[in-house]
C-alpha cells in the first residue's frame, strides 16, 4: 500500500477537483514506525464512502522523524497523521518524547492540520498537545473508523483558512490584553508571552475580530469556524468558549448575551496600518 519516502505526483489529476470546485485533494503525511498501522490510515482515508476517500488524496509515509523532517522543511504537506511512540532514525529504540517534540516543530513550522493517532492512552497525552496547538487525537485501540470524517473535519478547518487568509491577512486587532495578526496563529499579549493557537482557535478569533459586532452563535460556529454541514453532529460553542478562554488566561471578555445562544467578544480593537 505505502513505501517509504512515498513521493507526491507532480501532476494535475483532474478527479481530484470532481467533489466540489473550492475544495482540493490535501496532501497527507502519516508519520509512524508502524507499517501495519501507516496502512490501515492509508486505507481509511482512501474509502470510496468516505467524504475524504472521494478527493482521493495524495498520501505519503514516513517511518522515522527524521524522513518526515524533509518534508516539513519544504514545508509541501496539507494533513499530518503524526504518531508518539517512534524514533529520530528507524533503527533507533522508539520514544514518545521523540514525537511530541516533532508534533510541536510542525504546530511551531507549518499552517497544516495535525493529528496525533497513536496507542498511548488519549487522556494523558491529548490535552497538552490539543492546548499547544494539535487539532485532534486518536487512539488506536479504539480502531481507525474514525479517522476518515476527523481528517475531513480538519482539513475543511484547514483549507478554509487557508482560503480566507487572502482577505483578512495582516490585520491586527488588540483582543484585550493580546495582539491578534490575522495569519499568524502565534497570538502575543503586552508582556511578550505567546501561545499558539490552533487552525480552529484562529479561524474563531479571526471571524470574531472580522465581523461586525464580533458575535457568533452555534450555527455559525459549526459551519464557518468548523466548517461542519448541517447534518453532522455540532459541537457546542459553550464548550469550545471556556476553553479557549483558559488557554488565554481568562483575559479576554468572551461573553455569552443572555439565553440567546449567541457569544459576543468584547475589547476589539483594530490597529491602523498607518
Not at 453532529?233 to 449567541?262: E, Y
Request: proline share 4%; glycine share 6%; net charge negative.
Amino acid at each position: 500500500m505505502l513505501t517509504s519516502d512515498d513521493e507526491f505526483d507532480q501532476g494535475e489529476d483532474p478527479k481530484r477537483h470532481n467533489t466540489t470546485d473550492v475544495m482540493r485533494a490535501p496532501r497527507i503525511l502519516i508519520v509512524d514506525d508502524d507499517k501495519a498501522d501507516a496502512d490501515r490510515i492509508a486505507i481509511a482515508l482512501r474509502s470510496p464512502s468516505s467524504k475524504i476517500g472521494e478527493l482521493d488524496c495524495e498520501i505519503a509515509w514516513a517511518k522515522d522523524v527524521a524522513s518526515a523532517r524533509k518534508h516539513l522543511e519544504k514545508d509541501d504537506i496539507d494533513l499530518y497523521f503524526l504518531d508518539l511512540d517512534v524514533s529520530e532514525r528507524w533503527w533507533e529504540p522508539t520514544q514518545k518524547e521523540t514525537g511530541k517534540a516533532f508534533v510541536k516543530a510542525v504546530i511551531d513550522s507549518t499552517n497544516a492540520g495535525i493529528i496525533i493517532c497513536s496507542n498511548l492512552p488519549i487522556d494523558e497525552e491529548a490535552p497538552p498537545l490539543i492546548e499547544y496547538g494539535a487539532d485532534d487525537y486518536v487512539e488506536k485501540s479504539y480502531g481507525f473508523l474514525a479517522i476518515a470524517p476527523r481528517a475531513m473535519s480538519v482539513w475543511r478547518r484547514t483549507h478554509t483558512e487557508r482560503r480566507s487568509k487572502q482577505s483578512h491577512s495582516g490585520r491586527k486587532f488588540y483582543v484585550g490584553n493580546w495582539m491578534f495578526t490575522i495569519g499568524d496563529r502565534r497570538i502575543t499579549d503586552r508582556s511578550g508571552n505567546s501561545e499558539r493557537l490552533s487552525i480552529t482557535e484562529h479561524i474563531f478569533l479571526r471571524h470574531l475580530c472580522a465581523v461586525d459586532g464580533h458575535a457568533i452563535d452555534s450555527e455559525i460556529f459549526n459551519i464557518e469556524v468548523l466548517r461542519r454541514e448541517k447534518h453532522d453532529k455540532h459541537v457546542r460553542l459553550d464548550v469550545f468558549v471556556p476553553r479557549l478562554r483558559a488557554k488565554l488566561n481568562n483575559t479576554i471578555d468572551l461573553v455569552p448575551q443572555g439565553r440567546t445562544g449567541v457569544y459576543k467578544l468584547l475589547g476589539v480593537e483594530e490597529v491602523s496600518s498607518f
